[in-house]
């Protein structure tokens, strides 16, 4: 595999520009003033984004993977952050080779 040099130039432009948007969307967020719905919405950002990453993935896999998605989801309810992430991981491991 090669790499020329206009793809080497849009990789480069294209990681410049994300993070250009991310960098000018934290330094725009401490800036603003929210009260009421629009700070509620603006909370609600970050569990939606995850969300919608986490959720194709999990429904789409397998049903270990959606069971083990399921019961770490009801973990991170109870659990610290690490505690769930070990207890998903020990989930997907364990329903993968009871269900294989």
Excluded: C, H, N, Q
């Amino acid at each position: 595999m090669s790499l020329d040099g206009a793809t080497l130039a849009a990789i480069l432009a294209m990681a410049l520009i994300t993070y250009a948007t991310r960098t000018a969307g934290l330094a725009l967020a401490g800036r603003l003033a929210l009260a009421g719905r629009a700070k509620a919405a603006f909370e609600a950002i970050p569990p939606a984004v995850l969300t919608a990453v986490i959720a194709p993935t999990a429904l789409a896999t397998g049903w270990p993977e959606t069971l083990a998605a399921a019961i770490t989801a009801l973990a991170a309810t109870r659990l610290p952050l690490l505690a769930t992430i070990a207890l998903g991981v020990a989930a997907v491991v364990g329903l993968r080779a009871v269900m294989a």
